[in-house]
T-cell receptor
Framework: DGGITQSPKYLFRKEGQNVTLSCEQNLNHDAMYWYRQDPGQGLRLIYYSQIVNDFQKGDIAEGYSVSREKKESFPLTVTSAQKNPTAFYLC????????????FGPGTRLTVL | GIQVEQSPPDLILQEGANSTLRCNFSDSVNNLQWFHQNPWGQLINLFYIPSGTKQNGRLSATTVATERYSLLYISSSQTTDSGVYFCAGDTNAGKSTFGDGTTLTVKP
């Protein structure tokens, strides 16, 4: 089945550790996105990529890093510089950045202990 | 960036009632979408509606792009309609902005 997968579903990390969240899509979409959602709030854009080997900062990129080495993969690293990393992280993709419908993965819940 | 305002923030209905959710944008947007977030956090696509009107069963949506707003109509609401409804749009390619959502509770 075509779709977007995120792993792991739940992730726990100690303060000061970097952690990488996985996002894979087999929809042949060009564009991919990472969002953060805090309890009771909407989604905020962290990073987005419209094409392989290119990505742009969203509204809250500080403390995060990404790579886009393959069309189907867009991993997000939450670094120790992120002051409050506990949140729900959602990955999305669209056929072509800016002009098409976004589809979302199931999300990863990150908790910093 | 653009501002997205959703209203009302919370809505409580009896099963069978109709409702209208609104989304206002501070600037013209592309790629306007409506989503329903289920209790597990998954975002379900409801409508991709940059302009015009669309219907899907008991749900319909209208976007008036020139006036920078969109409406989501839910008719004959059911308890399974409960959850958070989000709208989102972007002004620059790829940089989407979401509203804070409307939390809908449908009581039996």
């Amino acid at each position: 089945d075509g779709g977007i997968t995120q792993s792991p579903k739940y992730l726990f990390r100690k303060e000061g550790q970097n952690v990488t969240l996985s996002c894979e899509q087999n929809l042949n979409h060009d564009a991919m996105y990472w969002y953060r959602q805090d309890p009771g709030q909407g989604l905020r854009l962290i990073y987005y990529s419209q094409i392989v080997n290119d990505f742009q900062k969203g509204d809250i990129a500080e403390g995060y890093s990404v790579s886009r080495e393959k069309k189907e993969s867009f991993p997000l690293t939450v670094t120790s510089a992120q002051k409050n990393p506990t949140a729900f992280y959602l990955c999305a993709s669209s056929i072509q950045g800016g002009y098409n419908e976004q589809f979302f993965g199931p999300g990863t819940r990150l908790t910093v202990l | 960036g653009i501002q997205v305002e959703q209203s009302p923030p919370d809505l409580i209905l009896q099963e069978g009632a109709n409702s209208t959710l609104r989304c206002n944008f501070s600037d013209s947007v592309n790629n306007l979408q409506w989503f329903h977030q289920n209790p597990w956090g998954q975002l379900i696509n409801l409508f991709y509606i940059p302009s015009g009107t669309k219907q899907n069963g008991r749900l319909s949506a209208t976007t008036v792009a020139t006036e920078r707003y969109s409406l989501l109509y839910i008719s004959s609401s059911q308890t399974t309609d409960s959850g958070v409804y989000f709208c989102a749009g972007d002004t620059n390619a790829g940089k989407s902005t979401f509203g804070d959502g409307t939390t809908l509770t449908v009581k039996p």
